[in-house]
């Protein structure tokens, strides 16, 4: 090599240039390989790049680590492999080809055949190869691209079918559920990373819906509030806050009686609002601006519970209202008179002494539920519409109750999941939005409709029910798919997913006393 220029005139590109050429003249890459052939292999896993995409700063940078990575084990006595990959699947490859045809939806590509589809796909594959090899061997990594893999190559697809067959076979693999970001446009799962990518400020619809209390001697409704009211239809349960103080207030005009935190008395409707008297404890509607600050349940502003609007009942904790158990006593066992049908046909039962007819009844009378806002997961009144607790529930906006609807909401399924096993047993009957973002049949009154456009023929259904406490719209900022910039929603999805445990950890038991085995979690589906 030449002498190494100093001062001024130093360049580092050429000087790099001129080792690129040096390696380039006496192979060094090539040459390293043959002379650590008879060493012991390191194995080392790389994962490729999208194969349609142009390299940039994050590329080079992890590059750089994989080759000094790999060039520290061919120092310590090894024999390390490196050939450059391609990811030939998923979206970015799908993305070009949807929008290079115009396809829309799922039925597009079933219409145009998938065979036919995949052949575009494959067609793009290699468009961008020459840029890569030009930019990778310019940051010096050195790395084999004339004998490199491509994941839509026959051989590596049944390397990977065979690994997951193994893992299968040996009992660990299972098909659970997620809720993840899901994009509409694109018809598929979206990861976090890529659901931050691309949030704007829009406004949308911010409403409090009442939900009354079977049975109660008041007429006492919780009051959730929610910004998506498509995903009403759907509601399973309501979530609270253990730790906060709830208030049991009376509207001094209508007489309705409602629950809220005490920190949120502010956000409900005033004596200003035109009053209708209609029944569930509905009190009209209420026009708010998009400003938090001017009137949106989303404002952070707390108050006290001294409101002309509204007179105190009664204060109580969060934790009060998980389970609603009635302010009455056992000594009802003994009053059979005032029990009918069903009810009375369990409580001869609990008198006969069966063990698994107590605690039905128990179950069924000290958790009190309240009226379903629709009736489209009936099927499901022995296990949902109960209040549960969750510290998600935050008093920075809302009324401290939250609407829970385990098929679109992360939290939501959390929290249910422990006390509703029945109903996380039968998630996919609940996932009533198909791929394309369209409520499905179970949802008989919207069906068909895009979500979003459902928002508010939904809030009419609710309001025409007498169970729409208010109504506004507020901005705030909101994710969307950073491709096809449509909005994003959270979905439950199946998912394949795998225990990792020991031996030791066989059984673990559930809050509800039920034990499963691990090693047979599909007990969870049947």
Known sequence: MEDVCEGKDYSFPKQ??????????IDAFETQLKLTENLPEYIFYDGPPFATGLPHYGHILTGTIKDIVTRYQTMTGHHVTRRFGWDCHGLPVEHEIDTKLGIKSKADVLAMGIDKYNEECWSIVTRYVET?????????RWIDFQNDYKTMDLKFMESICWVFAQLYDKGPVYIGFKVIPY????????SNFEANLNYKEVPDPDIMVSFPIVGDSHNVSLVAWTTTPWTLPSNLALCVNANFVYVKVRSKSTGATYVVAESRMLQLPKEKVKIESIPNGSVGEMKITKSKSKGS???????????????????LLGSSLVGLKPSRSLSFLQQEESWSGDTLMSLRNVRSGTYDALMVF???????RYIPLFEYFVEFSDVAFKVVAGNYVTDDCGTGVVHCAPAFGEDDCRVLHLD??????ALTKIVAVDDDGCLTERITDFKGRYVKDADKDIINAIKQKGRLVKQGSFMHSYPFCWRSETPLIY???PAMKMHVLTPNFEKIKLKSGMCINLCDPMQLFH
């Open 183 to 190: 994009s509409t446009g694109l018809k598929t799962p979206l």
């Open 420 to 425: 509703l096993l029945t109903l996380c047993r």
């Open 132 to 140: 890569w090899e030009k930019i990778v061997k310019r940051t010096g």
């Open 297 to 315: 349940s989303a404002d952070k502003t707390k108050t006290s519970v001294d409101d002309s609007s509204y007179e105190l009942v009664e204060e």
């Open 491 to 493: 979905r439950a999805v």
């Open 16 to 25: 790099e240039e001129q080792i690129l050429e040096f390696w380039d003249k």
């Open 362 to 368: 128990l179950t069924d009378w000290l958790i009190q």
